[in-house]
């Protein structure tokens, strides 16, 4: 009995040991499950929010891009003459035909869906589809926020259904103006839904919703239009008003709700509403969603990807098991060995992942390398055809100014002509007598006559030298110019024809007036606007010509007066048009006024004309100021 008694506690004791080993082993094991579960699930978050991060940068660059792409294209409308001259005249059937063929071409090059040109009211004048039903011309579009905001003198940007073409896009809208003054509204429709068959390819739910939650682009078809929450009746009542969704249905919320939060605004979210869990069909647990957001920059817009977790709850669960299998592997063969093999096989496969990534990572670096460099071969090319197109575009302008002086010249050659002839046969008297003086010894007067020839000489050669100036061919310097010395320059060169046709011309020129321009380019334009004044005046009883000189509001002013009929309304519309002339055929191109007009652009001024009250016509120059001091050294 004695033996038995001094044997069988010991047998409990290590029973009782064993016990508590055996519940502090499981206990450890359930813990390092668990843990490894959440530890598992939190990498793999980790990772799917850097993965997803990238994309989102990506997924927001293009849809920025696309907006982007087209902004500068409604404002380009308001340089163009044929779209200022309808608005300004909108029921013209010539101009209305022309503008809408014009949109139509810039429609088709830009890629866009629709271009329109609406006037203050809202009303449609010309439309790209003005030859396609259903046509937005003759549609009032007042009602649109692109347009109000447009009208305020703001950039409009608006996304929506059309009410005329009953489809989704993104509309870009800036005012027309003309001399200070709103004329109409240009408007652009872009489609986006081509972003959409781009993220159908991606591995998350990629999704855009405006500043209402209403989702109008994502890469699940079911989810368009719907909203992330049930709308207010105030934004319902906002959005009928605007007719932003008018076709799209009743907005319905998708039921998302949030079950989880993780740093940096990150949530977890899932559906309650069946219909909204899209390809999730078998699945007997409600998927549950990381939800990560990225403000579209210069809009209300926030982009959304939205990454099933599954994926990463399944890793979890793998990572979970397998720890509970290397639990049962170390009770087995032991503590110290399994621990061994686990950190060989852990650095193992933390080596081929550091492998995996790194390759993944030179991957897409050279990737990202190659992108970049074909981004900037497709920017130099750009740039360099840009350099070559203003190139032109300045050689053009240098030959029409040029072709500008020969006609002017020509058109002064009669009077220049009458001019050498007089001196001429001064010339000829003069030294047909000098000769016959000295034969006859009278020595003082041969010298005399022979002084009035010198003098005719030097008349001569000042008004060759002076057509030799006006004709040469020069690129612009904009450089500080006597006001004073191009008008007497113009005047010289007009003298002859100001005699014959009997004008008067009154000059108000201060000495010191000075102006940032290119003088002899200044000079034709004054030998322009003073060879159109005579003509004005050819049948007036009084002609008299005026010039004056002076400054306000920072501007040098030239202002050239006549005594003539002024000006038509009609013809003052188009007075700058290139090849718009009131002249008989064959006298002038009707080219003067609008080389004159570039010119002064150039010059960083402007020219414009008007009609006096009490008779007559008006040019003004307005030319920016500059010391006399500053001509010295030219």
Known sequence: MDGDLSVNPPARGFSKRRLVWGGVCLFAAALAVMLAYIWGERTGIQVLRQGVEHRLDIYAG????????????????????????????????????RVNLYLETVNRKAGSSEIYVMNTE??????????????????????????????KGLSGRFYGIGTVSQSPGYYFSYGIYHDGRMLGVAA?????????????????????????????????PGWKFKTLAPLSSHTLQKLAVTRQYHRAGSLEPLGMAEVGKQPEG????????????????????????????RQIPGTQWKLMALSNMAPIHARARNMAIAVA?????????????????????????????????????????????QALSNANRHLQTEIAERRRAEEVLKSTMDELVQAGKMAALGQMAAGITHELNQPLAALRTLADNATVLLQRGRQADA?????????????????????????????????????????????????????????????????????????NRLEQILVNLLGNAIDAMARSDERRLEISVTEAGGWVVISVLDSGPGIPDEVMRRLFEPFFTTKEQGVGLGLGLAISAGIVRDFGGSLRACNREGGGAEFVLQLRPAKLEETVDA
Request: contains cysteine; hydrophobic residues 45%.
């Open 447 to 519: 010298e005399e006559n022979l002084t009035m020839i010198g003098q005719l000489i030097a008349r001569m050669g000042k008004i060759t030298g002076q057509l030799k100036k006006f004709a040469r061919k020069s690129p612009a310097l904009l450089k500080p110019t006597s006001i004073a010395v191009a008008v007497a320059d113009a005047c010289f060169l007009l003298e002859q024809r100001l005699r014959q046709e009997r004008v008067e011309l009154r000059l108000s020129v201060p000495d010191d007036a000075c102006a940032y321009c290119d003088g």
């Open 62 to 97: 293009g849809v920025q891009s696309e907006l982007t792409r087209y902004d500068y294209l409604p404002g380009i409308l308001s340089l163009n003459k044929d779209v200022i001259a309808l608005l300004q005249d909108p029921g013209n059937p010539e101009r209305i035909a």
């Open 122 to 151: 809202g009303l449609t004048l010309a439309a790209s589809n003005w030859n396609r039903p259903p046509s937005f011309v003759g549609r009032n579009f007042s009602y649109r926020p692109y347009f109000i905001d447009a009208a």
């Open 188 to 220: 652009l429709k872009v489609d986006l839904d081509k972003l959409d068959d781009a993220w159908l390819r991606a591995d998350e739910k990629v999704v855009v919703v405006d500043e209402n939650g209403v989702i109008f682009l994502t890469s699940v």
């Open 266 to 293: 990150v949530r977890i979210v899932q559906f309650t509403n069946e219909a909204a869990r899209e390809g999730e069909g078998g699945n007997f647990l409600v998927p549950s969603y990381l939800v990560q957001s």
């Open 325 to 369: 299998l290397a639990m049962g592997f170390l009770a087995i063969l032991g503590l110290y060995l399994q621990q061994r093999r686990r950190a060989i096989a852990q650095s193992l496969a933390a080596s081929a992942a550091l492998q995996r990534a790194h390759d993944e990572l030179e991957r897409k670096v050279a990737a990202r390398t």
